[in-house]
């Protein structure tokens, strides 16, 4: 089965940077859900929200209120994917996690998230 695990979270201070990891089992390489791998956020007290994805071939997309900020990347053969995140505001802190998805946008395959704090 496919697994995930995210990494690299962590304190910044506003306008501080991080990057996040997340590294996925080789499963993932001949599963369905390799059509994008993407992030998602959990502010406290509110809901998860997608924030970044890419797919197979590299497209990118982002929500308004991280793009130009937070920068999405995969390498090693499209089973690690990287959230740069630059100009950090006090918004964006939130459990941060990794999904992985199919055609059509389902996504299937979760990692257990990494804490960002930003003060």
């Known amino acids: 089965q496919v697994q995930l695990v995210e990494s690299g979270g962590g304190s910044a201070q506003t306008g501080g940077s991080l990057r996040l990891s997340c590294v996925a089992s080789?499963?993932?390489?001949?599963?369905?859900?390799?059509?994008?791998m993407g992030w998602f956020r959990q502010p406290p007290g509110k809901e998860r929200e997608g924030i970044a994805n890419?797919?197979?071939?590299?497209?990118?997309n982002y929500v308004d209120s991280v793009k130009g900020r937070f920068t999405v990347s995969r390498h090693n053969a499209n089973t690690t994917v990287y959230l740069q995140m630059n100009s950090l505001k006090f918004e964006d802190t939130a459990l941060y996690y990794c999904?992985?998805?199919?055609?059509?946008?389902?996504?299937?395959?979760w990692g257990q998230g990494t804490q960002v704090t930003v003060s």
């Open positions: 080789v499963a993932l390489r001949s599963s369905p859900y390799r059509a994008c």
């Open positions: 999904a992985t998805c199919r055609t059509g946008g389902v996504f299937g395959y």
């Open positions: 890419i797919d197979w071939d590299g497209k990118t």
